[in-house]
């Protein structure tokens, strides 16, 4: 299994913008596409943003929409998750995972490899 380790996280003031990096420890072209989850304390889980890494596809939920923007550097076999407009709500361990062409984008199950997470705080 691919090595995941994000970066990125941090103490943020509502309205700011932090970016996320997730390296991965090998070529990612074997794996059908990343994502990012998070999760908030005192709840599950959920999918934040996906992205389809041959074509650069993407996907959002719809609380982050507009807000988050997921990218990728093949080169550097590293996904990008810049937030901006952040709100307390986004407070959150963000987590990046990696899935094979099964399954759906939108479920954890679904994913393969996944980083240690990194903790996102926004204050209000």
């Known amino acids: 299994q691919v090595q995941l380790v994000e970066s990125g996280g941090g103490l943020v003031q509502a309205g700011g913008s932090l970016r996320l990096s997730c390296a991965a420890s090998?070529?990612?072209?074997?794996?059908?596409?990343m994502g990012w989850f998070r999760q908030a304390p005192g709840k599950e889980r959920e999918f934040v943003a996906a992205i389809r890494w041959s074509t650069g596809g993407t996907f959002y939920s719809d609380s982050v929409k507009g807000r988050f923007t997921i990218s990728r550097d093949n080169a550097e076999n590293t996904m990008y998750l810049q937030m901006n407009s952040l709100k307390p709500e986004d407070t959150a361990i963000y987590y990046c995972a990696a899935k094979d062409s099964g399954g759906s984008k939108y479920r954890e199950s679904d994913y393969k490899s996944w980083g240690q997470g990194t903790q996102v705080t926004v204050s209000s």
């Open positions: 090998e070529r990612t072209f074997s794996y059908y596409g």
